[in-house]
């Protein structure tokens, strides 16, 4: 068990030193007040986890990372790829319908974490203090940022500690495949009632890619949004912009899902015909 928990933990934590690096990347090229460096980390987290997937790489880390491989969003990546090229060597599937196979049971679980997310942040954000108020919005201070080198060590921390736990979980509940999507709704919906105390915020300012990259994120990103216009910090329409950029960040991932596995199929053959 111990094993598996430290695997799990190492492998999450590498997801989160990726993200990061990326984080800074962007950072550095379009500067640190870009409102967009956390979605172009993601969006191309996936596109480097594709490539990984492509060479091969994918397939032989997930065996061994349980959850931390499990709750990253660009793992959705790898995850829908595997699925499309084994769906279509297992039950001689199309494309396309080997596709909506893999993906459907991610997609629910994502939508229906984004709505119960948004339900959840309307009644909250009524109750917070309003920008005309002049408080602080949140109950947890935003710490200040830390040295880039530090910034890496709480990425990597933040993403073993949520991959070790989550690991030593799906050990004790055993979960089937619908159990293991609803751990991972459950994680959106954390993320979001975490969010509400100004916790995954301050944890982002420490580790950007520890933070942003699991689902939990997902539900922080939702409530951030909602409390953006109920709280009158910006206009309803910036909500909306934000709730389309996050669907788009998870639509990217499906994206690189398939060409993944179309790419993959075409080089590898005989992992995709029976």
């Excluded at 598996?4 to 950072?27: H, M």
């Excluded at 890619?209 to 910006?234: H, K, Q, R």
């Amino acid at each position: 068990m111990g094993t598996a928990i430290l695997k799990a933990a190492g492998i999450g934590g590498c997801y989160g030193l990726l993200v990061e690096a990326l984080y800074c990347v962007f950072r550095a090229a379009l500067g640190a007040d870009n409102n967009y460096l956390s979605a172009y980390a993601l969006v191309t987290g996936g596109a480097v986890v594709a490539i990984l997937y492509i060479a091969g790489v994918m397939q032989k880390i997930e065996p061994h990372g349980g959850f931390g491989s499990i709750i990253p969003l660009i793992g959705l990546t790898s995850a829908v790829a595997g699925g499309i090229n084994g769906t279509r060597k297992s039950e001689k599937k199309t494309f396309i319908d080997a596709f909506w196979k893999a993906g459907q049971p991610s997609m629910i679980m994502l939508m229906s974490g984004m709505v119960v997310s948004l339900v959840l942040s309307v009644i909250a954000t009524l109750n917070l203090p309003d920008a005309a108020d002049g408080v602080a919005p949140f109950a947890v201070a935003t710490p200040s940022p830390v040295a880039v080198p530090l910034e890496f060590v709480f990425a990597f921390l933040i993403m073993a500690v949520i991959g070790g736990v989550g690991q030593l979980f799906l050990m004790l509940l055993k979960p089937t495949f619908t159990g293991v999507m609803g751990m991972l709704f459950a994680c959106y919906v954390i993320g979001c009632l975490l969010a509400m105390f100004g916790i995954i915020q301050a944890l982002a300012v420490l580790g950007h890619g520890g933070m942003d990259v699991p689902i939990l994120g997902g539900g922080e990103f939702v409530f951030t949004s909602v409390w953006l216009g109920e709280g009158g910090y910006a206009p309803w329409s910036a909500t909306f912009t934000r709730l389309v950029l996050f669907t788009g960040i998870i639509g990217s991932q499906y994206l690189w899902g398939a060409l993944a596995a179309g790419i993959r199929g075409k080089l590898h053959p005989d992992e995709v015909a029976a």
